[in-house]
């Protein structure tokens, strides 16, 4: 079936540090990619997506590129900030209901 | 603004009582989804509506677990005889309908129900 693996956290960087959270896939079909962002005390919100491949998805300096040759979805900040700690969650649409598939998340704490 | 709402928002309750979470969706969003996120097991899917019809109840963990929707509208997903592995983080989401053969349609997000069974 479906499933996505992404980093095992937490991820531990100083202000202003380039990040990368690492995510991989394996889908039949050609499913839309995603990354959520979960802030402290907060509801889970949609950072970013892909719906084919080589998008690139972006927003708030994020950016992640749908791979498909390599199955990937990468998550990349070049500079983050104190206030991107949170809990980032990699997923994928199964195309027949659009139910989100999701990563096991990778807590990430920007220290000043 | 009316984004998804559920309520309560946090529920504690007994091993063995029964418990019923509400998930009020956005206006119009006639695709409906419960999702749990616990310690061990991570975000995981329970239950697919379209309209009044579940399509898709495979992530349900047991026959203990239940959900309905009606009007098109407000979900309630019922646990029966609750036991401590369902103490959890249920969430709800909605979005529009997909498109047939479409991949995407954004879902949004609910701020869950945090269920303690003691």
């Known amino acids: 079936g479906n499933s996505v693996t992404q980093m095992e956290g937490p991820v531990t960087l100083s202000e202003e540090a380039f990040l990368t959270i690492n995510c991989t896939y394996t889908a039949t079909g050609y499913p839309s990619l995603f990354w959520y962002v979960q802030y402290p005390g907060e509801g889970l919100q949609l950072l970013l997506k892909?719906?084919?491949?080589?998008d690139k998805g972006s927003n708030k300096g994020f950016e992640a590129t749908y791979r498909k040759e390599t199955t990937s979805f990468h998550l990349e900040k070049g500079s983050v900030q104190v206030s991107d700690s949170a809990v980032y969650f990699c997923?994928?649409?199964?195309?027949?209901?659009?139910?989100?598939?999701f990563g096991t998340g990778t807590l990430l704490a920007v220290q000043p | 603004g009316a984004g998804v709402s559920q309520s309560p928002s946090n529920k504690v309750t007994e091993k063995g009582k029964d418990v019923e979470l509400r998930c009020d969706p956005i206006?119009?969003?006639?695709?409906l989804y419960w999702y749990r996120q616990s310690l061990g097991q991570g975000l995981e899917f329970l239950i697919y509506?379209?309209?009044?019809?579940?399509?898709?109840k495979s992530g349900l963990p047991s026959d203990r677990f239940s959900a309905e929707r009606t009007g098109g509208s407000v979900s309630t997903l019922t646990i029966q005889r609750t036991q401590q592995e369902d103490s959890a983080v249920y969430l709800c989401a909605s979005s529009f309908p997909g498109l047939a053969g479409s991949s995407y349609n954004e879902q949004f997000f609910g701020p869950g129900t945090r269920l303690t069974v003691l």
């Open positions: 206006s119009g969003h006639t695709a």
């Open positions: 997923a994928l649409s199964d195309g027949a209901t659009n139910k989100l598939i």
């Open positions: 509506f379209q309209g009044n019809s579940a399509p898709d």
């Open positions: 892909a719906t084919k491949a080589d």
